[in-house]
Structure formats: C-alpha cells, structure tokens
C-alpha cells in the first residue's frame, strides 16, 4: 500500500469516526428539543459503528511514522501528544458518549423514563461529544504542524 493511500485512510477513518461522535451530540441536541423522525432513527437501538472507525486512526498512525523513512519519529513530542488526546478522546467516547447514546436509545424506543431523563441524557452526550471532537481538533493540528519534524 502506498504511503498516500495509508494518509487517506488515516483521515478518512479520524473523520468517519469523530465526525459520527458529532453528530451523535448534534442529534442529541435535536432529541431535547423534539424527538423528531430524524432523531429516531438516528438513535435506532444498536452500536454507532460509524463512530467504531476510530479504532483504526492510531493503527494508521504508527503504521506512518515507522513507514516514514525518519521524517516522523517516535521521539517528537507531537507524535505522543496527538496518541494522547486520541485516547482521551476515545476514553470519553467509551465512558459517557457511547453508554449515553444507549440511554438514548432505550429512552426514545419507549423506555419508560420523562422528559427530564432524557434531557439529562441528552445534554450529558452532547457536552462529551463535543469535547471528544475538541480533543480531536487539537490533535488534528498538531497531525498538520508536526511541530519538531522538520517539515
């Protein structure tokens, strides 16, 4: 596989991954105000999968820097911090995000609990899914800037 295909893959699993977490906190948005259609099936009982693809950005990283012929080291603090703030990310998205959005779920499926529940579920989902796609930002330009890498 070449080194620009490995690139792409990279981000194209960071944004499949951390943009479904946003839009789970997006959607959650959404289902305190009106549990619309839309936010139904958004929330349809089962694991976000899409947000799943997260897994496979810190793979694709160190699969880059030990493929870059020396340009990326293991030794640069950018390469550390960026592995850093993805397992935050993926922590948070493990801890409150994922079990929220399957609180959600059971909630809007007709599990029993008011309006309140749901609006205490839903704001939880979207203040960590916003900070989990804060972290994400942060990593993404360090990714960019590669601060100590000479290029």
Do not use: K
């Amino acid at each position: 596989m070449t080194r620009a295909a490995l690139v792409v893959l990279h981000v194209l699993s960071a944004v499949v991954g951390f943009g479904a977490i946003f839009l789970t906190g997006v959607y959650a948005g959404m289902a305190r105000r009106r549990a619309s259609e839309a936010v139904r099936r958004y929330f349809r009982p089962g694991p976000n999968w899409a947000a799943r693809a997260l897994y496979a950005v810190p793979v694709l990283g160190v699969v880059l820097v030990t493929t870059s012929h020396g340009a990326d080291r293991y030794a640069q603090l950018w390469v550390w911090v960026s592995l850093l703030l993805w397992t935050a990310a993926t922590a948070l998205a493990h801890a409150v995000v994922w079990p929220g959005e399957a609180r959600i779920q059971g909630l809007l499926a007709g599990g029993g609990a008011g309006a309140a529940e749901l609006d205490r579920a839903c704001r939880r989902v979207e203040g960590a899914a916003a900070a989990v796609d804060v972290l994400f930002v942060v990593a993404l330009v360090l990714m960019v800037a590669r601060p100590g890498s000479g290029g």
